[in-house]
């Protein structure tokens, strides 16, 4: 099985700021990837898909890039909706992991 | 506009049984693969299971294969999840899934979710 792992666990930041989360897949995994983000009580929201694009409706201030093991998921000019938890997920092969999330707090 | 109805959540005690079915509705449920994530609480996200178009290629995470079984009746566009043997470790959200447009395993519209609590 493919382990994704991510970085931070957690991280504070104020709005306007830009903020990169990491992700890792313990094997390659070309571009297979995808980012969601989370509110608390809430279905999971896709943002980015093969890595590095967009997902209709998502704003522009989001961004992926990477490919095979290192992916990172940037957020520019944060807005206060912003603020959530992210989970990268490998779309390569089933079984189709998560990360562990990275939660995105105010500071 | 897509939309995944999930039901039959609830409390069952170690070693019951649940059926969990989502209603889709707004597109043409028998072309897409489905999914079934769940999220224990206060957890993260964990793939489960999914199925083809046709229901003839089934896959499974190790931790609920022999247990879980993913069904889909087309005719009524609806998914299922017999779940068998449960475990208190099984105690999570069961959201419901449709892929992406196209060939791949992105998750691009999710259910509201059902809880299902395994506990004596």
């Known amino acids: 099985d493919i382990q994704m792992t991510q970085s931070p666990s957690s991280v504070s930041a104020s709005v306007g700021d830009r903020v990169t989360i990491t992700c890792r897949a313990s094997?390659?995994?070309?571009?297979?990837l995808a980012w969601y983000q989370q509110k608390p009580g809430k279905a999971p929201n896709l943002l980015i898909y093969?890595?590095?694009n967009l997902q209709s409706g998502v704003p522009s201030r989001f961004s992926g890039s990477g490919s095979e093991t290192d992916f990172t998921l940037t957020i520019n000019s944060l807005q206060p909706e912003d603020f959530a938890t992210y989970y990268c997920?490998?779309?390569?092969?089933?079984?189709?992991?998560f990360g562990q999330g990275t939660k995105l707090e105010i500071k | 506009e897509v939309q995944l109805v999930e039901s039959g959540g609830g409390l069952v005690q170690p070693g019951g049984s649940l059926r969990l079915s989502c209603a889709a509705s707004?597109?043409?449920?028998?072309?897409?693969?489905m999914y079934w994530v769940r999220q224990a609480p206060g957890k993260g996200l964990v793939w489960v299971s999914c199925i083809n178009s046709d229901g003839t290629n089934t896959r499974y995470a190790d931790s609920v294969k022999g247990r879980l079984t993913i069904s889909r009746d087309n005719a009524k566009s609806t998914l299922y999840l017999q779940m068998n043997s449960l475990r208190v470790e099984d105690t999570a959200v069961y959201y419901c899934v449709r892929r992406a447009v196209g060939p791949s395993h992105y998750f691009a519209y999710w259910g509201q979710g059902t809880l299902v609590t395994v506990s004596s």
């Open positions: 997920q490998q779309a390569n092969s089933s079984p189709y992991t």
């Open positions: 707004g597109f043409t449920f028998s072309t897409y693969w």
């Open positions: 094997q390659g995994i070309d571009t297979w």
């Open positions: 093969a890595a590095s």
